[in-house]
């Protein structure tokens, strides 16, 4: 049968023992054999793993969720096999099927919600809990397709989902807002959600970011500097070095250098990555800036929306948070700085008004990734 990357990943990952050094595997399927020598080679362990036949035993449980039983008799054949010929008890044999076998809830690392205007003031709602891998969590039972909704009324129909979903919810869990470009300046962390028998903000009881809904409809047409952008900043995230010819890979960019032709000229063929803007942009409807963004495949980007007057500018706050080395930190920080801004009582901290573009190109919503999906052998690749 066919192996998505995913599958395999996730089967190698938890199947190496802590202290060991797990590959990097960016192909799992075209690392196959390299993975199985890796595993037979580590011992068994003293809590009894035996990670050859741990791995074997998880392929055979994937197996038999896909109705392949044929492929989980043959699997679960070979670990019977090769466990006699190395003499391991039924016991070992039996413990390394009970634990894979036994139902471990997956942890979400996003909900991604998508708001697709179809009216004045009316969105289609669309909600997915997806894991570390961009998998659906189908388990958790959310997913959502709400017609003819209101603005107003997406905030309780948060609560419902968050309230169902709280038990998937890994510690890096994130929000993730996919909105019409008129949207990206509406204040969603601010949206009032239900902990425990209290009223709190969104964007302080979870990390929130937003996304362009219209540019993951048009993912084609922006397919290109989008994706080039997000790998040039994956690369920089795990090591790669500074050079003269890419140092501009962030762009503070203040009000006078936000002229149309100027703006354009600056982001289009450059090497930037993520931008931070230090005045608020103006309604989309008459400006240029968030389709300049989008259209240039910037996948982060930062700005203020209002202006405030506290002691800290904007633009010392972003020259403090905005660099290569704090970058993959980024949505942790501002959920900080939301949490600053409440706990001070200060009405002007600029942490009221931060807005964080988080746009992963890899990370669409299913219900469009469908269109744009490749072979299962190349997923992940």
């Known amino acids: 049968m066919t192996w998505p990357d995913a599958v395999l990943r996730k089967a190698y990952t938890a199947t190496i023992p802590r202290g060991c050094i797990p590959r990097s595997i960016y192909n799992a399927s075209d690392n196959f054999l390299l993975i199985l020598e890796e595993l037979a080679k580590i011992i068994p362990q003293n809590d009894g793993r035996i990670p050859i036949l741990e791995f074997v035993e998880r392929l055979a449980y994937y197996a038999q969720k896909q109705e392949e039983l044929s492929v989980q008799d043959s699997l679960r054949e070979w670990v019977n096999e090769r466990a006699n010929e190395l003499g391991f008890s039924v016991t070992q044999v039996a413990a390394v099927r009970q634990k894979v076998t036994a139902i471990n809830r997956p942890l979400a690392s996003y909900l991604l919600v998508t708001l697709d205007t179809i009216g004045e003031n009316l969105f289609n709602v669309e909600a997915w809990l997806l894991d570390s891998e961009y998998e659906d969590i189908e388990e958790a039972g959310i997913k959502v397709n709400e017609s003819s ?100 890979l962030i762009w503070i960019c203040n009000e006078e250098q936000s002229g149309k032709d100027r703006f354009y000229a600056y982001l289009h063929g450059s090497s930037v990555v993520c931008l931070g803007l230090t005045f608020v942009p103006s309604s989309p409807h008459t400006s240029h800036v968030f389709d300049t963004t989008l259209s240039a495949g910037i996948p982060i980007a930062l700005w203020p929306r209002e202006h405030t007057n506290h002691t800290q500018t ?68």
């Open 149 to 248: 909704m209101a603005l107003e009324s997406i905030p309780r129909l948060l609560d419902s989902i968050l309230e169902q979903c709280v038990d998937y919810l890994a510690k890096d869990f994130i929000v993730e807002l996919s909105l019409p470009n008129e949207l990206l300046c509406c204040p969603t962390d601010h949206w009032l959600i239900t902990a425990g028998s209290i009223d709190v903000k969104l964007g302080i009881e979870y990390k929130v970011v937003v996304r362009s809904f219209k540019r993951a409809q048009e993912h084609k047409r922006f397919r290109r500097s989008w994706t080039e952008k997000w790998s040039t900043l994956q690369e920089f995230m795990n090591g790669r070095q500074l050079t003269a010819e890419n140092e501009n």
């Open 314 to 381: 904007v633009d010392s706050l972003f020259n403090s948070i905005l660099s290569i080395e704090i970058l993959p930190k980024l949505p942790l920080l501002i959920w900080k700085q939301r949490i600053d801004a409440d706990k001070s009582g200060n009405a002007q901290h600029p942490g009221h008004h931060l807005m964080l573009l988080w746009d992963d190109p890899h990370r669409l919503p299913p219900s469009i990734a469908k269109q744009f999906a490749m072979p299962p052998t190349l997923r992940g690749a």
